[in-house]
């Protein structure tokens, strides 16, 4: 009979006299091992070594065409010592497992696809073309580890598993329903499962933290990307001890992020999309939706493989994937699914593959292999957008770096240096009598002016900032072209800052954000920073030269892009530095440095690439005031910038990457 707890496809399990060998389920397993080439002549429990290759009587994945011929030689993997991978790289990879059952059957014992597996997991993930690796942290096997849950076939599994004990490797096994032929949940007693996978090995492995008194669940806390993670390896039928004893390991461990591992939870229909089964709903109302701790779900169990988006009880979004091969070609072939989280790109990237496979060289894989060495439907290879902080807020939160005093930014040279964390409170105007100082003192003040026509409301003090800012406040500029309305600031008339010519280098330091309604239309070519005055005026006629334009400018494109154009002391044109487009609501850092001979743009401490290698020394000047908001065109207001302005620095020399507001 067939385990239909709801439409999807699961696993068969046979009647009591068929795991003898006898009766149409028996038959039926065997057609199907025949079929899939699995069944050679003698091939029987010792047909395939411990890391050894395929027989030549099993028309294995190596044999061309599945005639028989002799097999494929696998590429071999590097020598296996302490399994060692980088506990603080912001990138590494999650490898689960699931049913393995077809290929652990009575006298029908194929390890050499699960040894591949492993290896793979001891390499890391190795790309033997390029030598880089996964990074991988942990291996969860998601249960139905055997066909029948019998002594014979765990003592062919544990010697798989027993590389990765040798290596110290941190892995978490759990009992599907084949492996303990029973209904019945996790206080159903000693099993031959539990023999082998059961406490006593658990503790061994690398991040235990404990199993739940009757064995059958374990809990797993691995480190990665510089934090801790927890890892749930479930029985496939939680008792209500059971339930109660994972509540009680995420609650004593209420800041780690958790993956659930399970055998059963969700099934799919044919185009991928995932839903709860009954029992699966038992899971989320008991467990799951009220841990919001739990951000990731697999199970195998069901096919074909799909995946879903739930929303917890805080709101917040469960990734519910479903993975199982077990119908595919020789069972599966112990494929894996790799989740590699990028913490910098805020992403997880999967993808599904055979490691046995893959290490048959292409052109000697038979035709089915072929097929099956990596899937690439859209629920067999995807990537997830996850914003890990804002995620994980609620229970982890990010500490806030603290504000810093702003003596602290005085470094040697610095010419001004405005910050905007002591004007009004949060979202109040910013009065048309408001003088921001200079901190350092020298009287490069920025005086408030405004476009007429302007409402009070269109420049004000906001607390938002970058996180890495060192004042804890900004102002929001909502400035517009056309018509030209806005409030912005301009240094005094007298201020030092109008003559300096900056021939010796300069560092120029801004933060800033467009909001989410930032109009390329009313905001394009608007900018951060300007400074009064035209290229007519300061004698440039250079190739390319814009009479019209500022001599200085720190300007958006319409992308928008950051745009540094100026025109140097030493060339009749301009010169300019281009960014990237800029993706709106985020905050940046931006710094324009020169040497004295070279001028480079830097986005949150990055070189951008469309930096200019004509030498460029110093900044032409008409003796009159800069504009922060503010961009003049022919000698008169342009436009106003749309946006948040946080701290800004100018520094008479180059300063290094260490040395910025962010470091």
């Not at 991040?207 to 990665?224: E, L, Q």
């Not at 400035?479 to 240094?491: E, H, I, K, N």
């Amino acid at each position: 009979m067939h385990d239909n707890h709801d439409s999807g496809r699961a696993c068969e399990c046979p009647r009591t006299a068929d795991l003898d060998g006898d009766g149409p389920a028996a038959a039926g397993r065997r057609r199907f091992l025949r079929g899939a080439g699995l069944l050679g002549a003698g091939l029987g429990s010792a047909g395939l070594g411990l890391l050894g290759a395929v027989p030549a009587q099993a028309a294995g994945p190596g044999a061309a065409g599945g005639t028989g011929a002799e097999p494929g030689k696998a590429k071999q993997g590097k020598g296996h010592g302490r399994w060692q991978p980088d506990p603080d790289a912001r990138q590494f990879t999650v490898v689960v497992m699931p049913d393995t059952q077809y290929l652990f059957d009575q006298d029908r014992i194929h390890p050499a696809p699960l040894e591949a597996s492993v290896r793979y997991v001891l390499d890391g993930g190795v790309n033997r073309e390029d030598g880089t690796d996964d990074n991988i942290v942990f291996l969860a096997h998601l249960g139905d580890v055997t066909e029948n849950g019998l002594a014979v076939e765990y003592a062919a599994v544990s010697k798989v598993f027993g590389l990765l004990d040798d290596a110290g490797a941190a892995y978490g096994v759990l009992a599907g329903n084949h492996d303990v032929r029973s209904s019945t949940d996790d206080q159903r007693g000693g099993t031959p499962y539990l023999e082998a996978f059961g406490p006593a090995r658990a503790a061994r492995t690398s991040g235990y933290r404990g199993s739940s008194p009757d064995g059958y669940n374990t809990c797993h806390v691995f480190r990665a990307g510089g934090r801790e993670w927890m890892l749930l390896s479930l029985d496939w039928r939680l008792s209500d001890a059971g339930f109660a004893w994972a509540n009680a390991v995420i609650a004593a461990h209420p800041k780690l992020p958790v993956i659930l591992t399970t055998h059963e939870l969700a099934y799919a229909d044919d185009s991928g999309r995932a839903e709860l089964s009954d029992y699966g709903k038992r899971l989320w109302d008991r467990l799951i939706s009220g841990n919001d701790q739990v951000f990731l779900t697999v199970n195998g169990h069901y096919w074909p493989p799909g995946r879903t988006v739930l929303k917890n009880r805080a709101g917040h979004d469960v990734h519910v994937h479903i993975t199982n091969y077990q119908d595919r070609y020789y069972g599966g072939a112990a494929m894996v699914r790799a989740y590699r989280f990028d913490l910098d790109r805020n992403t997880i990237d999967v993808s599904t593959f055979s490691p046995w496979i893959q290490e048959i060289a292409a052109e000697e894989r038979n035709t089915l292999a072929a097929q099956q060495a990596e899937l690439t439907s859209d629920v067999d290879r995807f990537s997830l957008a996850v914003d890990f902080d804002r995620r994980f807020a609620g229970f982890a939160p990010v500490p806030r770096r603290p504000a810093r005093r702003a003596g602290d930014m005085l470094v040697r040279d610095t010419a001004a240096y405005w910050r905007f964390d002591g004007g009004g409170g949060d979202g109040t105007a910013v009065s048309a009598q408001q003088v921001v100082k200079d901190l350092t003192g020298q009287g490069n003040d920025l005086l408030r002016q405004s476009a007429p026509g302007t409402p009070d409301t269109a420049l004000t003090w906001s607390s938002d900032h970058h996180p890495d800012q060192p004042g804890h406040g900004s102002l929001l500029f909502r400035g517009t072209r056309s018509p030209v309305r806005g409030g912005y600031f301009q240094t005094a008339p007298t201020a030092p800052l109008n003559r300096e010519t900056f021939d010796r280098g300069f560092t120029v330091e801004a933060f800033c954000r467009l909001p989410a309604d930032w109009d390329s239309g009313q905001s394009r070519w608007s900018a951060l920073l300007s400074r009064w005055g035209t290229a007519g005026e300061a004698g440039r006629s250079g190739p390319g030269t814009d009479a019209e334009e500022p001599v200085v400018t720190l300007s958006l494109s319409e992308a928008p892009a950051l745009q540094w154009c100026v025109y140097p002391l030493n060339q009749t044109g301009s010169s300019t530095c281009w960014g990237h487009q800029l993706p709106l609501d985020t905050w940046w850092h931006v710094a324009v440095v020169n040497d004295g001979k070279l001028s480079r743009m830097y986005v949150d401490g990055c070189e951008v690439a469309r930096n200019p290698a004509t030498p460029a020394v110093g900044l032409a000047t008409l003796g009159r005031p800069w504009m922060l908001g503010g961009y003049s065109y022919a000698g008169v207001l342009d436009k106003v910038f749309h946006g948040y302005v946080g701290d800004v620095r100018i520094v008479r020399r180059a300063l290094r990457v260490g040395e910025f507001m962010t470091a």
